[in-house]
Nanobody, 115 residues
Framework: QVQVVESGGGLVQPGGSLSLSCGVSGSIISIYTMGWYRQAPGNQRELVVVITSGGSTYYSDSVKGRFTISRDNAKNTVYLQMNSLKPEDTAVYYC?????????WGQGTQVTVSS
């Protein structure tokens, strides 16, 4: 059974930084496409960034240049470094592991950007 667990959320001031982690158990992530998504209150869940098993990345325009995704296959972990945070980045951030047509979601971690 594949399990995905996010950590690292919290409260940060505008312009600040935060790092999220996504640990996967029950499988090896090197063959997975991993992604970070977010959902703000009243909004649909949206893609933030994905990284393929080959290391290719795709960022949404709203975070390009501010967020960086990375993966450590040896630790079965994916990271999301978020810099220059804005109030509109406030959301629950979810990690997803995808293999073929199978998606595995974490429970989410809250990120709040506020002064």
């Amino acid at each position: 059974q594949v399990q995905v667990v996010e950590s690292g959320g919290g409260l940060v001031q505008p312009g600040g930084s935060l790092s999220l982690s996504c640990g996967v158990s029950g499988s090896i992530i090197s063959i997975y496409t991993m992604g970070w998504y977010r959902q703000a209150p009243g909004n649909q869940r949206e893609l933030v960034v994905v990284i393929t098993s080959g290391g290719s990345t795709y960022y949404s325009d709203s975070v390009k240049g501010r967020f960086t995704i990375s993966r450590d296959n040896a630790k079965n972990t994916v990271y999301l470094q978020m810099n220059s945070l804005k109030p509109e980045d406030t959301a629950v951030y979810y990690c997803k592991a995808r293999l073929g047509r199978s998606d595995y979601w974490g429970q989410g971690t809250q990120v709040t950007v506020s002064s």
